[in-house]
């Protein structure tokens, strides 16, 4: 298919999207983004899944905004994500049956399946019910889905160059966004903020950075990935300016008021020099170096607000058994060791799927009493990741869990340490390491892999750089086109 009708397709189905949207019941504008969305994954991959990262960004914001004037659209917003894993399955049964397995290493996906066939067995053995155990089935698997995505589009190595370009310029303009937000607090509460849950996000007198998101967690996680495609950048092109938006990247990061970015980055920095040359080692420590300088020197005291912050809600002992996330860790232990080894079934503990069908386990274990964890208030229910899945898949399906992550850690790094690559697939390598392992960070206190934006922009760079650098052609399929 040519590139004019690939574009006047997505315009189409943008124009009938909006359409829908001014026109037409909730139900119908959901039925339109679906077939859009499933169309433009089929059609048009390499155009389409950009879009769907920068819809995700948007998602929340514009649902939020509709709540009140248009809930229908707004429940229709909030199933983009949904939406977007739908046609990753349809793409990939689609190929699969097509006869296009080129794509697909099965053996790499090994523990994928065996994390898969324990929390089946797992859920069989506790059945709830089957609309929890799929939904948490569905939710476990969202970064496999998004990851599947990924490797199915048949990128161009120019995609990989325009990957990092567009995550240099979007910085800037994040960064800007944030900037915004803080100096116009007023509009920044009144079509950004959270409207349920925990909305004080003032730390030390300090508002954080959040625009254009919806709290300042997600927006410090944005920063630390531009950050780290900054880094990236730097250390392969050695450009002065790159280590300039490196810094920029890391002082959004710091007014963000966020710890798991702050952890993140020099957890994953750290790893990345492993993948570096002597000469790049050197330069990037020198850089990292002057980086905690400036950081010491001008953002000191946001950083002493973050840590006495972190002093006081979980290594104080007063306050840290009173914490909802200190809570869930304990009872995830409780569940684990009781249900061993398997846990105790998808949907039951610490996702989405236990919140939504509210688990009984909360009232076993006294959790539902707690602000935060009761049906009322259920806003830190999910603030958990890996107690979540070794209470609902044991500790045998945490650790295939773990050890997918590392199998993909692995290909990517290697990816970029092939010199055989051309340097923009190695570059876009090196950047989907960094962000397993900056990810794999922030999931110590997060449910980054069941969150839809962090998982596809995290499987983004993954699956572009292990595709590009199999260097296969796609087989031929019949209505799939190969832009």
């Known amino acids: 298919m040519n590139r004019r009708l690939s574009y006047g397709s997505v315009g189409a189905a943008a124009l009938a999207i909006v359409l829908a949207a001014a026109f037409s019941p909730g139900w119908l504008m959901l039925v ?81 399946l065996v994390f898969v066939a324990f929390g089946l067995a ?143 980055i020099p957890v994953a920095i750290g790893a990345g020099l492993l993948q570096l040359t002597p000469r790049q080692r050197v330069i990037a420590i020198g850089a990292a170096a002057a980086l905690v300088i400036l950081v010491a020197l001008f953002g000191g005291q946001l950083v002493q607000i973050t840590i006495a912050d972190t002093l006081q809600n979980y290594i104080d002992p007063q306050a840290r058994d009173q914490t909802a996330r200190g809570a869930m860790l304990v009872a995830s232990v409780a569940i684990a060791r009781g249900s061993f080894p398997l846990g105790v079934g998808f949907g039951r503990f610490g996702g989405f799927a236990a919140q939504h069908y509210y688990s009984s386990l909360y009232d076993d274990y006294g959790l539902s009493q707690i602000y935060g964890l009761s049906p009322d208030t259920p806003y830190y229910l999910t603030d958990t990741y890996w107690p979540h899945i070794w209470a609902e898949v044991g500790v045998l399906g945490a650790a295939a869990m773990l050890l997918m992550l590392a199998g993909t850690w692995r290909r990517s790094r290697a990816i970029g340490l092939d010199s055989r690559q051309p340097l923009e697939v190695r570059l876009v390598g090196l950047l989907g390491a960094l962000l397993l392992v900056e990810g794999i960070v922030e999931s110590l206190a997060g449910p980054v892999f069941e969150v839809s934006l962090q998982s596809l922009i995290i499987a983004l760079p993954l699956g572009m750089a292990i595709r590009l650098a199999r260097g296969r052609a796609p087989s031929s399929a019949p209505s799939i086109s190969k832009r």
């Open 32 to 112: 339109v983004l679906g077939s859009a969305v499933v169309c433009g994954v089929l059609v048009a991959p390499r155009l389409t899944v950009p879009l769907l990262v920068l819809a995700l960004v948007l998602q929340e914001v514009i649902a939020r905004n509709l709540e009140v004037p248009a809930p229908d659209l707004a429940s229709a917003v909030q199933s983009l994500d949904e939406i977007a894993l739908v046609a990753a399955a349809v793409r990939a049964a689609w190929l699969v049956l097509s006869g296009d397995r080129s794509w697909i290493v099965w053996r790499e996906w090994t523990w994928a």
């Open 122 to 264: 797992s859920s069989l053995t506790h059945w709830s019910g089957a609309k929890p155990a799929l939904l948490g089935l569905a939710l476990s698997c969202k970064f496999f889905g998004f990851l599947v995505l990924a490797l199915s589009v048949p990128w161009k190595e120019g995609d990989a160059q325009r990957l990092l370009r567009v995550a240099y310029v979007a910085l800037p303009l994040v960064f800007a966004a944030g900037l915004f937000g803080h100096a116009f607090p007023d509009f920044t509460n009144r079509y950004f903020a959270a409207r349920e849950g925990d909305t004080d996000y003032t730390r030390g007198g300090f508002t954080p950075f959040m625009v254009p998101f919806i709290n300042p967690g997600l927006f410090g996680w944005t920063m630390a990935v531009l950050t780290l495609a900054a880094f990236t950048r730097a250390t392969g092109e050695g450009k002065p300016a790159s280590w300039l938006m490196v810094m920029l990247g890391a002082a959004g990061v710091l007014l963000s008021l966020r710890r798991r970015p702050l952890l993140g």
